[in-house]
């Protein structure tokens, strides 16, 4: 079967759970299909394999609004698809190119839903008339597709309830995965020691982007309750709004005042760094306030980090509470209780090694046993030979 992936992100330009999740799907797909990428270009020229064609926006649009190029980005993509047997996009700045095919070519389109921009109201911060827009193509796609992929059974409830016209036989439930080969305990120390980390004090560690969905404010304000002799490393960039960014810095800033040991690495660390940084981390701290799957848990998880982390979205189906991690219930109208119990399971992670040993090998095990990239895309290319039997 010829398949065209269509995504925003794919490497080297990787900076979210997506990207993840196309990276790895692709590298899986390859040994299956007859696959080919078609993806963003970055800022810097990539000479890449003939399996991945990058489009960039319109020329014409460089100084328009961040869903209108993106929007360009998607016309490229339709026009370039015309030999595939079936497109497969990732995320709304894709879809719409996928839905675009589907027209064109007469051919299944099948997308996969990492997030629903009806639950991210906060991205109109960030695209202004950009979000109705982005909104649009989202309805416009998921609505129409021949087959929609959740990535959670979480997630397939949250699609149901945001998108009531979508029949639920056309929604299917293929959870993310990891390369637990690549994400390991690394017993390692030399990355701890390039970002100032101090290998005899316990750290707590964030690792995502600074945005309203991942909650890092919520992690800061829980963090003055931490023990004094916790460290807490953010791995935190990417700010969405000039205004989060602010408040982030702030919070920060106040932190360091009543507490030592906050790191903040504010770059993209490469990919063996932050499997260092996780395999020796005390707890991961996942604060979000809408996950569809959380890919960050799975990754440290398989490097043998404990996690604490809110109980929304898909994160429960990932993190079992008292096994391989705590949950934390997020209730948006008393964020000052989430973030009192949210410290209270960090430092009781924290004070009990040997139970967080414990839940750092419970977690292992279960991202090796559920969550391989080989049975995922396997799942996947079932999806899609469902369609192609119609």
Known sequence: MRVGLLTKEFPPDVYGGAGVHVEF???????????????????????????????????????????????????AMAAAVADRDLVHSHTWYANLGGHLAKLLYGIPHV??????????????????????????????????????????????EDILRCYPA??????????????????????????????????DRPYVLFVGRITRQKGVPHLLRAARALPPSAQLVLCAGAPDT???????????????????????????LARPDVIQLLSHAAVFACPSVYEPLGIVNLEAMACGAPVVASAVGGIPEVVRDGTTGLLVPYDEKDPAAFEAAFAEA??????????AARMGEAGRERAVREFGWDAIARRTVAVYERLARR
Request: hydrophobic share 40%; aromatic share 4%.
């Open 25 to 75: 799907l692709a590298r899986e797909l390859r040994a299956l299909t007859d696959l080919r990428v078609h993806c963003w270009a970055g800022a810097q020229p990539t000479e890449d394999d003939p399996g991945v064609r990058r489009h960039a926006p319109a020329q014409e649009l460089a100084d328009a609004n961040e869903a209108l190029r993106s929007l360009s980005v998607d016309l």
């Open 242 to 268: 000039p205004a989060i960014d602010r408040e982030f810095r702030e919070l920060v800033d106040e932190l360091r005042e009543i507490r030592d040991g906050v790191l903040w690495i504010p770059q993209m």
């Open 346 to 355: 960090l430092t009781a992670t924290i004070g009990d090694p040997a139970g």
């Open 166 to 199: 979508l029949e639920p036989a056309r929604v299917h439930v293929v959870h993310n995965g990891i390369d637990t080969a690549l994400y390991r305990p690394d017993p390692g120390t030399d990355a701890l020691a390039r970002h100032g980390i101090d290998p």
């Open 111 to 156: 997308m996969t839903a990492h997030s629903l921009e009806p639950l991210r109201p906060w991205k109109a911060e960030q695209l202004a008339g950009g979000y109705a827009l982005s909104s649009w193509a989202e309805r416009t796609a998921i609505e129409s597709a021949d087959a929609v992929i959740a990535v959670s059974h979480g997630m397939r």
